[in-house]
């Protein structure tokens, strides 16, 4: 009672000195890339550049960073939380708590917990979007939750489209564009296909959809090969990782999960639209064009980024480029309009890939644990980079188990299949597994530097008008880097695994480098409190 009573009261103090949540409005979210105080998408801005036009922390200085406050959430569990600030107040999630944080000292204004109201699954939460003084989350357990952004008071709840017998869920936050909402489950399965669409914000009414694995009458269905199986709902989901958006043309760019549960042996289809970026009329659902990036889903490689978003000079012309990426270990840039590659570049160790595997197994980089997962990369007009993490972590794949899965193979469900198969891809030891952070010239892939970690990269990145790239490793280092050279600047450990956002952000003339610091899921290698730790200078 005592919290509730300070938070209560904190708010309405926060409301009484006339920082209330009445915004950003859509202009707002427009221009949010040259917005220095906000940070009001999970990669800053709706084309997920993750820069800020910020210097007063620069690499002369940066070495002079200091903790100025610390807030510890008080859980256990995954913490990948991407947080965003407006006016002044700091927004991140858990897998079912969200937390407003004055952004200049980590005082709590409120703290809001969901009461799931299905069954949970894929334990993680990534983020927050906000429109309008509303803030939007997903839940494990199928739902999209909307709290007031000034008192955390829950507005409404829903469960958009789930089928009764899935178990859906919304790992990373929607997006909201004007009167829509756009969202679709991260966990399309079992019997959900998956799906992107966009809801009339007010009523939760359907304006469009998109599905992720075609209806049978569909562009697209035959690319799944069993007409049957499709038709009955039996082939497992395609999710959705990311979003971004091109004001301009109107495009919404997503991309998409391997087919679920991950399909780890060659099929012969390519699985449309599985590990893919699609480009959506955002107002219509139409799609534009679509990018394949690993056609099939043998690997278990998904496609994770839908941005950063910018523009490059070619060869004299300057062309309007996106960068998308996934577990294939590959920066992928492709024109906006026509979804053309201008270039592929590696940015992590590939070997034997596409290779045909072997009884005594096939050795493959990247394996089905890497390469970008959901931190994408930075890009600097400054220096006219991509900065990208990355893991580095192989799988053996085994011919003989997918030949027994073939034999095995009648009379049961494709689920019962899939699920089979995907026991014969052996990771290797975590010990072996590396990360690294590639800074690439965005007009060419040309590497200019890259650093290499002694764990997989799971923290989110930052570029700065300073010449300063943050980021964060799963050992809970923050790390400031030379965005030019490479140098090491700054390292400060925060005390728990760096696998959710690194942002900066000014407040009345301070700049300020926010840090969600914890556990990372179990997985990579790192443990720590769930603890939100604002950084800036003496």
Request: proline share 5%.
């Amino acid at each position: 009672m005592k919290t509730r009573i300070v938070a209560l009261t904190l708010a309405a103090l926060f409301l009484g000195l006339g920082l209330g949540h009445d915004g950003p409005d859509q202009d707002a979210l427009n221009a949010a890339h040259e917005n220095t105080s906000d940070w009001l998408y999970v990669g800053h801005d709706y084309g997920q550049r993750n820069f800020v036009n910020v210097d007063q922390i620069d690499e002369s200085n940066v070495h002079e960073l200091v903790p100025v406050c610390m807030y510890q959430v008080g859980e256990v569990g995954s913490f990948q939380a991407k947080p965003i600030v407006h006016r002044g107040v700091l927004f991140f999630t858990m897998l079912r708590t969200t937390v407003a944080l004055d952004a200049s000292d980590c005082s709590e204004l409120w703290r809001h917990t969901w009461q799931p109201r299905a069954e949970e699954r894929g334990l993680s939460q990534r983020g927050v979007t906000i429109k309008d003084g509303t803030l939007v989350r997903g839940t494990s357990d199928g739902y999209l939750v909307a709290l007031d952004a000034a008192t955390g008071e829950e507005t409404w709840a829903r469960n958009l489209r789930t089928h009764p017998d899935s178990r859906e869920n919304y790992t990373n936050p929607p997006l909201l564009f004007e009167d829509l909402l756009i969202a679709g489950p991260s966990w399309p399965w079992p019997h959900a296909k998956g799906w992107v669409a966009a809801f009339d914000f007010a009523s939760g009414e359907e304006v469009w959809s998109f599905n992720t694995v075609p209806d049978p009458d569909e562009p697209g269905a035959e690319s799944w090969g069993d007409m049957d199986a499709l038709e009955a709902g039996e082939f497992q989901g395609v999710g959705i990782w990311d979003y971004s958006l091109d004001v301009d043309r109107e495009i919404l760019y997503v991309a998409t999960a391997d087919p679920k549960p991950d399909v780890v042996f060659p099929l012969g289809y390519d699985n449309l639209y599985s590990a893919s970026l699609l480009a959506l009329d955002v107002r219509s659902g139409d799609l534009r064009w679509y990018y394949q990036l690993t056609p099939g889903g043998q690997y278990g490689w998904d496609a994770s980024q839908a941005g950063p978003l910018f523009t490059a000079t070619i060869n004299g012309v300057e062309r309007d480029l996106i960068a998308t990426g996934g577990k294939d270990g590959r920066l992928h840039v492709l024109d906006r309009d026509t979804g053309e590659p201008v270039y592929v570049v590696p940015v992590t160790r590939q070997k034997n890939v596409g290779e045909p595997f072997t009884e005594d197994g096939l050795h493959m980089c990247p394996g089905h644990r890497g390469s970008l997962m959901w931190s994408g990369p930075a890009y600097s007009p400054e220096t006219e980079m991509l900065y990208t993490p990355t893991i580095d972590w192989c799988t053996t794949w085994y011919a003989g188990d997918a030949e027994q899965y073939d034999e095995e193979a009648e009379g049961r469900s494709i689920l019962e299949r899939h699920l089979t198969a995907s026991e014969y891809g052996e990771p290797d030891p975590f010990d072996e597994a590396i990360g690294w952070l590639y800074a690439t010239d965005a007009a060419t892939g040309e590497v200019a530097w890259r650093h290499q970690f002694d764990k997989p990269m799971l923290g989110g990145v930052v570029a700065t008008a300073g010449n300063v790239v943050f980021t964060g490793d799963v050992d809970g280092n923050l790390i400031a880097f030379q965005a030019q050279s490479g140098d090491v600047l700054y390292r400060f450990n925060t005390g728990g695994s760096i696998a959710g956002g690194v942002i900066t952000y000014e407040l009345d003339g301070k700049q300020y480098v926010a840090v969600m610091s914890g556990h990372d899921s179990g997985l990579w290698g790192s443990r720590g409190a769930a603890t939100a730790v604002l950084f800036s200078l003496p």
